[in-house]
């Protein structure tokens, strides 16, 4: 169990709470802040897998040398 935000859509609640969405911030003029939110329980190995992919790009980026 636990609790998690869900990602906002304007949808009914029921149809939010199964979305997830990962969202980088650097437009935003935040950069280093990336936002995961939503998703299913069944699903969060994977998101899991997609944030952490999105990180060590953006890391990589800044270092080249970092997660040979």
């Known amino acids: 169990g636990g609790l998690r935000p869900l990602a906002e859509t304007g949808e009914d609640t029921y149809n939010a709470s199964r ?8 437009d935003d003029g935040m950069e280093g802040l990336i936002t995961a939110a ?8 994977h998101f899991a897998e ?3 992919s999105r990180v060590v790009k953006k890391v990589k980026k800044k270092d080249p040398f970092i997660y040979k």
Request: hydrophobic content about 20%; proline content about 0%.
């Open 19 to 26: 979305r997830s969405d990962l969202h980088d911030h650097a």
């Open 38 to 45: 939503g998703g299913k329980y069944t699903t969060s190995r």
């Open 50 to 52: 997609e944030i952490f």
